[in-house]
């Protein structure tokens, strides 16, 4: 720009066009004001460097310069709300899923475990009143295949649960791989655009609400390179590399991870064979219900293990008192429960042989009677005990494993699962329904009926207390977690809420102060538009009347 006459017309000139340019991103940030994802935008601009004056006078202003319009944001504020997010989705998933166990157990109601029990202990009781009323028999028996049907729904439903995560985690894969394929190309547009010095606002706002939406389902990494290249890991593996694309998928499990996990489950993975390493998000607060069996990460394996749990030593308790017991017929040696409505003889022989591994039993009756030589009936069953837990606990071998008494000999067997728990089918007949302790008591006395209502009370039959007391910690310790998910849930939102509110008064658009910046530009590009008529009436002066009075 020169410093001629012309240079005031020049300098108006320089003002209207900044002005008018604006007051174009000023109309574009109202136009944008609802547009998810979108941050305001700004023009910069800068005085034009100056002409010297000769003689030392100083310098001259040459008027105003666009240099760029920029987009508000803040860097660190994206990257914390997107922490945030990935937090957020992680404990949503949790909660999710554990609510829907408490569903499961639907405690209390007239159709929970803990009902089903003690409609179990109340019909024993009413039996050992009246050992021989067939209609008492009849209830003993109905409440029984109550309370196993009970078990096995709570145990199916876990298991179809887990299963049916599998399609939450193709839908969360399909959307992880579709995010990467729109970020790519918008890299792309981006990449191409900016060649020349500029930059792709609009583009990047775009790509930004895609990482926000992407952070939920899993942990995000990204970084622009120093040739404006865009890179995105997660777990530190690359999911977008500029124009370049990594796929997640699903793989079936050809091995259970938990012994009572439901079959077909999916495992996410890179396409290179690669395992997702995902600590937070959506995806990863899946796979930790879904797998987990400890501490912060119980999930359905954990409360069907402890259903297992129950199941196998209530059955085991039951029978062995049953079995020593005698039926109105003089009946002896039937268990009360077994699996598939097995017959008692068919169960022991299938646990003997087959096992639910499909691995004969491994005889242990030394090792657990070891040291009960000269002990009192409660000594020798405390030591017992004792000989079992110790033998099951510094075995890893024998993990969801248990010892069980078959014809007086001690075995290593496979656990009785809470999904094929069922009454004997040998107490069809009432009759076996072994009430006396001694064939001199029938038909008149019920002492078996009596040793087996004790079991309610026995404080030791679990870790937890009796059975009742087991039923009702597993409940409290579903409720606790659910409880304790529900409270990170809530804190997560706040926290993301608070991002959120910082960033978007960043980066939101205000309509105030886009209304008071149209004002400003308009009244500025008004004063320039005033001043390029000054010039234009001096020039005219200068051109056309000037040194006219002696033509």
């Not at 547009?189 to 609400?209: C, F, H, K, M, W």
């Not at 997660?234 to 500029?242: A, E, Q, R, T």
């Not at 091995?255 to 990863?284: C, F, M, P, S």
């Not at 039926?327 to 299938?350: A, R």
Request: aromatic share 8%.
């Amino acid at each position: 720009m020169g410093t001629g006459g012309f240079l005031g017309l020049s300098i108006s000139l320089s003002g209207l066009f900044a002005n008018q340019r604006s007051l174009g991103v000023v109309s574009h940030n109202i136009a944008n004001a609802n547009t998810p994802g979108y941050s305001r935008q700004v023009m910069n601009t800068q005085a034009y460097r100056p002409s010297v004056l000769p003689g030392g006078m100083g310098t001259l202003g040459n008027g105003v310069d666009v240099t760029a319009v920029k987009q508000i944001r803040d860097l660190y504020l994206d990257k914390k709300y997107r922490v945030s997010n990935s937090e957020l989705g992680e404990w949503q998933a949790k909660t999710g899923v554990l609510q829907q166990i408490e569903s499961i157990f639907n405690e209390p109601s007239d159709t929970s475990l803990s009902k089903l029990l003690d409609n179990y202990y109340s019909a024993l009781q009413s039996l050992s009143e009246n050992p021989e009323d067939l209609t008492s028999r009849t209830l003993v028996r109905q409440t029984t295949i109550s309370l196993t049907e009970g078990i096995e729904s709570v145990a199916d439903n876990l298991k179809a649960l887990q299963s049916d995560l599998n399609f939450q985690f193709q839908a969360d894969v399909v959307a992880v791989n579709n995010y990467a394929n729109q970020i790519a190309r918008l890299n792309k547009i981006i990449y191409e655009s900016e060649l020349e010095g500029g930059t792709a606002n609009d583009v990047r706002d775009q790509r930004n609400l895609i990482v926000d939406k992407l952070s939920e389902l899993v942990p995000v990494d990204y970084e622009d390179d120093s040739q404006g290249r865009f890179h995105l890991y997660i777990g530190g593996h690359s999911l977008v590399s500029h124009y370049n694309v990594s796929k997640l998928e699903l793989t079936k499990r050809d091995n259970l991870v938990n012994d009572v996990d439901a079959a077909g489950l999916y495992d996410v993975q890179w396409d290179d064979g690669n395992r997702l390493n995902a600590k937070t998000g959506e995806i990863a607060g899946l796979l930790s219900v879904r797998d987990g069996v400890s501490g912060e990460e119980k999930g359905v394996p954990y409360y069907l293990n402890r259903l297992n749990d129950f199941v196998d030593t209530f059955a085991d308790t039951m029978n062995n008192i049953h079995e020593g017991g005698y039926g109105l017929n003089s009946s002896t040696g039937y268990y009360m429960y077994t699996m598939n409505n097995m017959t008692t003889s068919e169960f022991k022989n299938y646990l003997l042989t087959q096992g639910l591994n499909k691995g004969p039993a491994v005889d242990v009756t030394s090792s657990i009677l070891t040291g009960t030589t000269g002990l009192d009936e409660s000594e020798k069953n405390a030591k017992i005990k004792a000989n079992i837990d110790k033998l099951l606990s510094n075995n890893p071998n024998y993990s969801n494993k248990s010892v069980k008494l078959i014809d007086d000999k001690y075995y290593i067997t496979d656990r009785i699962s809470a999904t094929d728990l069922t009454i004997s089918a040998d107490l069809e007949d009432l009759d076996n329904l072994a009430a006396a302790s001694d064939p001199s008591e029938i038909p008149g006395q019920a002492s078996n009926i009596l040793d087996m209502i004790a079991t309610r009370y026995d404080m030791d039959m679990y870790n937890w207390g009796a059975p009742e007391d087991f039923i009702n910690s597993l409940v409290s310790n579903l409720g606790v977690d659910t409880q304790q998910a529900e409270n990170k849930l809530e804190n997560q939102k706040t926290m993301l809420n608070e991002y959120d509110t910082y960033r978007s008064s960043m980066m939101d658009v205000s309509l105030d102060e886009e209304m008071s910046n149209m004002i400003k530009f308009q009244t500025a590009y008004n004063a320039n538009a005033r001043m390029i008529n000054v010039f234009d009436e001096m020039l005219d002066l200068i051109v056309n009347r000037l040194g006219t009075s002696g033509r």
